[in-house]
T-cell receptor, first 114, second 113 residues
């Protein structure tokens, strides 16, 4: 158990819909990272937050957005869903202070868009 | 550009044989290096990391990796493969100049009985 929790575990929805994925980092970790993993694209970095502020952006579509709340949990919002958005979405958290601190990954949310 | 390359997207070894998974980084700034393992339908978990304290790093499950600056490499090895080692392995780097991690494309390890 990494200490990072993600809900829901599975999500099935239809094209055009909007969903919200939730992540709670390890206690005390200020950084949250979001990743998308699909068979054809591999592990793709989406976005990073640090203590409520966006710090880095990767290959995140404009239809996707995220935020980190004062209690440090984060949400990833996916809208106007397409079949190609079907993937595993991971959240990871990282302790502050040292650049050699590793990321701890949650179990993921499997999104299926029908 | 700062990046990490994993040579070989699929590696097959016989049970009991040596496991060698390759990782090379490209940067002029010495990085911090990580190996993660992902079992089916699970999140990534850390195997080991290099933080400049020692070039040979020992991790969990009998894995180890050696940082070679001259070769810009951080290859993962295990002397004797077990069936339970079958998984996806990711190499990653971070730098003392930013917050971001850079992951390789992953290597799928198959262990043949």
């Amino acid at each position: 158990d990494s200490g990072v929790t993600q809900t829901p575990k599975h999500l099935i929805t239809a094209t055009g819909q909007r969903v919200t994925l939730r992540c709670s980092p390890r206690s005390g970790d200020l950084s949250v990272y979001w990743y998308q993993q699909s068979l054809d694209q591999g592990l793709q970095f989406l976005i990073q937050y640090y203590n409520g502020e966006e710090r880095a952006k990767g290959n995140i579509l404009e239809r996707f957005s995220a935020q980190q709340f004062p209690d440090l949990h984060s949400e990833l919002n996916l809208s106007s869903l397409e079949l190609g958005d079907s993937a595993l979405y991971f959240c990871a958290s990282r302790a502050a202070g040292q650049y050699y601190n590793e990321q701890f990954f949650g179990p993921g949310t499997r999104l299926t868009v029908l | 550009a700062q990046s990490v390359t994993q040579l070989g997207s699929h590696v097959s070894v016989s049970e009991g044989a040596l496991v060698l998974l390759r990782c090379n980084y490209s940067s002029s700034v010495p990085p911090y290096l990580f190996w993660y393992v992902q079992y089916p339908n699970q999140g990534l978990q850390l195997l080991l990391k290099y933080t400049s304290a020692a070039t040979l790093v020992k991790g969990i499950n009998g894995f180890e990796a050696e940082f070679k600056k001259s070769e810009t490499s951080f290859h993962l090895t295990k002397p004797s493969a077990h069936m339970s080692d079958a998984a996806e392995y990711f190499c990653a780097v971070s730098y003392p100049t930013g917050n971001q991690f850079y992951f390789g494309t992953g290597t799928s390890l198959t262990v043949i009985p």
